[in-house]
């Protein structure tokens, strides 16, 4: 039987996890010696994620947090899925292993950030890339690079066709403004959400902030300044599933939480950029264009050098467990 107090401490890392608008979708349900990992639908995007991919990715980026922790706690761990394949469950048995092999990112999990600032364009070496991304656990998965400034520009109408798609429907940006933060003091009490000054925002307030970002954010705007983004970025990076299925999900997220937490390690910022992914026509050209074939392109995510921006919050513990 393992501690109670350790299976929470666990647990509290791997709530350290990103997830789409900061919803934190997931419960942990605890037993004598495991932790479930399961999705809280009541947390969905019904919008931008209809189908629930980005909520599953959520839940492997928090799953490989959980490995992480519990190996670092000296814990082996056993991953079982459970449940309908279309609603998948994973159960994470824990095994007293004080030899366990640690990962050395364990550190990383509390630094670890979206940056939403401007980057710097200066590239990375080609021996730190190698090392963020040539992951030998990330089976299902595929990553593709794009470096030079030509990859990158090439992108450059996905993201922007992405983008006004979604600032131009009304229920997307309903959506969005529901989920943002408009106050320290909002933010603190909810624990979750984009708080605006991770965006580089100033305090708002809910009743001003819902005014600026229903009436002056376009989506002209906000194309012109995802535009700027990507042209400052070092890299981009395409994360593809061979089989578009919520297993296959989980696993794109352990992927992309082991590529954030090595990017951590070695000082690289990264952010989202899952606009063309997100919409279903923009997505279907992005595979023909890029002759993916059988792949499904999930997350862009552009890298680069930058400063740390405001961290975003998590909620308390108690409301994430079922003991």
Not at 38 to 61: E, K, M, Q, W
Not at 154 to 163: A, K, M, Q, V
Not at 283 to 295: G, P
Request: net charge neutral; with cysteine.
């Amino acid at each position: 039987m393992i501690p109670e107090e350790s299976i929470l401490k666990i647990i509290r890392y791997a709530a350290k996890a990103p997830s789409g608008h900061n919803t934190q979708p997931w419960r942990f349900k605890t037993g004598s010696d495991s932790i479930s990992v399961l999705p809280d639908f009541t947390r969905a995007l019904p919008v931008v994620d209809p189908d629930n991919h980005a909520l599953y990715i959520s839940l492997g980026c928090a799953l490989e947090n959980l490995i992480i922790a519990a190996n670092e706690f000296n814990y082996e761990t056993k991953i079982e899925f459970t449940g309908d394949e279309s609603k998948p469950q994973i159960i994470v048995r824990l095994h007293v292993a004080p030899e366990t092999e640690k990962s050395g990112l364990f550190d990383y999990i509390v630094r670890r950030q979206v940056t939403r600032n401007k980057f710097s364009n200066d590239k990375i070496p080609n021996n730190l890339l190698r090392g963020l991304f040539n992951d030998t656990q990330d089976e299902g998965v595929q990553t593709r690079l794009f470096l030079s400034e030509t990859e990158i520009e090439s992108l450059n109408h996905y993201i922007i066709e992405g983008t006004t798609r979604q600032f131009s429907n009304k229920a997307f940006v309903d959506e969005l403004v529901s989920w943002v933060r408009f106050s320290e003091k909002e933010v603190m009490l909810k624990g979750d959400g984009i708080w605006t000054a991770s965006m580089g925002l100033p305090n708002t307030g809910r009743f001003v902030g819902n005014i600026v970002m229903k009436n002056f954010i376009t989506a002209g705007s906000e194309a012109r300044r995802m535009e700027k983004l990507v042209t400052a970025s070092a890299g981009l990076a395409l994360f593809m599933v061979n089989k578009n299925d919520p297993h296959h999900w989980i696993k794109l997220g352990q992927s992309f939480q082991r590529f954030a937490l090595k990017a951590t390690k070695y000082q690289v910022s990264h952010s989202h950029l899952n606009m063309p992914c997100e919409e279903p026509e923009v997505r279907e050209k992005l595979i023909f264009d890029l002759q993916l074939k059988e792949l499904t392109p999930l997350l862009l995510i552009r890298f680069g050098f930058s400063g740390p921006m405001p961290y975003s919050f998590r909620r308390k513990i108690n409301d994430l467990v079922d003991l």
